[in-house]
């Protein structure tokens, strides 16, 4: 692929280029999806597609309204000094902080480790650092100089048995943590206090400052358990501590005095969606309240809220880098769900037992989730290779997305009615972007389905078994960890968490990894009647079901 040839022409040609993605509100999509939504041709496709990846690693906001100067961390994590007072303060600043080394900083926001060649499998376009080693740490040069923030990378690219893919939600995302913690860590820090002790540069000065401006009107907090996120949350309640106006203000008043929010007590957390869904939809988020314009300004605007950016700052900012926009929109629609196959051998797969899970899929799964062509339906299929049998050549979902209501928890749908005050910001109405409370969850297309445990918006569910267990015989509770060993950290029957006596020790050693259904927000209960239980009774044996989760293993 020419980059160069494609990298010189001007940004104004590269426009005239682009096909109108239509983002206007139940504009009918095709059932195959739109994986190149600006109809770009395949060169300016390929190259639109590798500048959004690195974009989603290395976050193109400069003017973001949480980025701390790198000189800073360098002083406090990385340099060696031998001057007392220096070795003092790195020392204090570790000490009541928690953050020892940048990759401890790294780790706060739960990103996954770059991967060798051997596991680079997926072909992460790696974004050399001097001192970064993990996916989503952004250098950004700002007009205070350079400073450290997270990407979309963050809760976007999970790791599957020590492999990046991207897309994939990250299993266990911290970028809550980092909001509370670096609060925290950055209230020790006095600006001039900490120019004058470490030397920092005037510019380290103001970027501290800035940043510190910002965090006054950010208002995180953490998940209810690990591997959930609290963004709806976070920017409902920072947008309480700004005006109610559309550029939602800074307030100082409000900074100390933040407005009541009905979600303020309310636990509404919810897992990152995969990327390689979007490409479906024409409804976006879990819950399908976002129901016109591109969710990627959505997304820049919740991080920017959720980071304390001056709105109209951000504003100038997109109008200027529209084509920065377009290539992380051709990047995230383009992504690509991991197969089974790619980890495990197809010979681990009883074509079978698959054949049959589909013939039940398709009596009853298809009015929701949508239609899987295989390839061993195809005329070549005995031409074909074992893996090759198991592909997925055509999924066809709907031309208009479905909300449906299941009967699973209801509070992160119902939280929404939080941020219908982002309707009013004028970011919003310029970019078209809309906000609808809806009645239930979007039921996902199924692409990838067998890497996405736990299930459900809320995790409630450790494997597909769960799933397709009735509610009420679900399990309470659960463990989770980590998927770093394909025989100790994965049910392949089930597909999911291990349960019971396999359960590794190690993951019941953290509370916030043990899951407890009980809990306000975390509910296990729903989708069973109705879908495989019908007047209480299973419409499945315990044999059609493994066949079911035999078919789900090769979407």
Same mark, same amino acid.
């Given at each position: 692929m020419r980059l160069g040839f494609w990298m010189? &022409? =001007?940004?104004? !040609?590269?426009?005239?280029?682009?096909?109108?993605?239509? &983002?206007?509100?139940?504009?009918?999509?095709?059932?195959?999806?739109?994986?190149?939504?600006?109809?770009?041709?395949?060169?300016?496709?390929?190259?639109?597609?590798?500048?959004? &990846?690195?974009?989603?690693?290395?976050?193109?906001?400069?003017?973001? =309204?949480?980025?701390?100067?790198?000189?800073?961390?360098?002083?406090?994590?990385?340099?060696?000094?031998?001057?007392?007072? %220096?070795?003092?303060?790195?020392?204090?600043?570790?000490?009541?902080?928690?953050? %020892?080394?940048?990759?401890?900083?790294?780790?706060?926001? *739960?990103?996954?480790? @770059?991967?060798?060649?051997?596991?680079?499998?997926?072909?992460?376009?790696?974004?050399?650092?001097?001192?970064?080693? %993990?996916? =989503?740490?952004?250098?950004?040069?700002? @007009?205070?100089?350079?400073?450290?923030?997270?990407?979309? !990378?963050?809760?976007?690219? *999970?790791?599957l048995f020590g492999v990046p893919v991207p897309g994939l939600t990250n299993r266990f995302p911290r970028a809550n943590e980092f909001f509370v913690t670096g609060k925290k860590a950055l209230s020790l820090v006095e600006p001039h206090l900490a120019s004058a002790a470490l030397g920092l540069s005037s510019e380290s000065r103001r970027m501290l400052q800035s940043v510190k401006r910002s965090l006054a009107r950010v208002e995180a907090r953490l998940p209810a358990k690990d591997g959930l996120d609290t963004s709806l949350a976070h920017v409902a309640l920072s947008l309480s501590h700004r005006q109610k106006d559309a550029y939602a203000t800074p307030s100082g008043w409000f900074e100390t005095f933040p407005r009541p929010d009905a979600i303020r007590p309310i636990v509404s957390d919810s897992k990152p969606a995969p990327w390689w869904n979007v490409k479906y939809k024409n409804k976006f988020l879990l819950d399908g309240s976002v129901v016109s314009g591109n969710p990627i300004y959505t997304n820049i605007l919740w991080n920017e809220i959720g980071r304390g950016t001056d709105l109209k700052v951000l504003e100038t900012w997109l109008d200027q880098n529209q084509q920065a926009i377009d290539e992380l929109t051709a990047a995230v629609f383009s992504t690509r769900a991991p197969r089974y196959t790619d980890f495990f051998p197809a010979a681990s797969l009883d074509l079978a037992s698959a054949q049959r899970g589909q013939k039940l899929f398709n009596g009853n799964c298809v009015r929701c989730h949508g239609t899987y062509d295989k390839a061993w339906d195809q005329p070549d299929a005995a031409l074909l290779s074992a893996e090759e049998l198991l592909a997925t050549i055509r999924v066809r979902y709907f031309t208009n997305t479905p909300v449906i209501d299941v009967g699973t928890d209801p509070q992160r749908a119902a939280s929404m009615k939080s941020l219908l005050q982002l309707n009013d910001l004028a970011i919003s109405q310029r970019k078209g972007v809309l906000i609808q409370v809806q009645s239930g969850y979007v039921p996902p297309p199924l692409e990838g389905i067998w890497a996405r445990w736990p299930y459900f918006h809320n995790n409630a569910a450790p494997s597909l078994c769960a799933v397709l267990t009735a509610g009420d015989k679900r399990p309470t509770t659960y463990f989770a960890g980590e998927a770093r060993d394909k025989d100790l950290d994965f049910d392949t029957i089930c597909n999911g968490y291990p349960e019971g006596d396999q359960v590794p020790p190690e993951w019941k050693i953290d509370p916030a990894r043990r899951y407890n259904s009980t809990l306000a927000g975390l509910s296990n209960k729903g989708h069973d009647e109705g879908i495989f239980l019908k007047g209480g009774q299973e419409m499945y044996s315990e044999a059609q079901k493994a066949d079911l989760i035999m078919f789900l293993k090769t979407l």
């Open positions: 010189a &022409w =001007g940004s104004l !040609a590269l426009a005239t280029q682009l096909g109108a993605a239509d &983002w206007t509100q139940d504009a009918s999509i095709p059932r195959e999806g739109r994986p190149n939504i600006l109809q770009l041709d395949p060169q300016q496709q390929a190259h639109y597609v590798h500048k959004g &990846w690195q974009h989603s690693l290395n976050y193109p906001v400069q003017v973001t =309204g949480v980025t701390v100067p790198l000189e800073l961390l360098q002083d406090l994590l990385i340099d060696t000094y031998e001057t007392p007072l %220096r070795k003092l303060l790195q020392q204090a600043f570790k000490a009541l902080s928690g953050i %020892r080394t940048f990759d401890d900083f790294e780790a706060l926001a *739960g990103l996954v480790a @770059e991967p060798d060649a051997a596991h680079n499998i997926y072909n992460v376009p790696l974004v050399p650092h001097d001192f970064a080693r %993990r996916l =989503g740490t952004s250098i950004i040069d700002t @007009e205070n100089g350079p400073g450290v923030s997270f990407s979309c !990378a963050a809760c976007h690219m *999970g790791e």
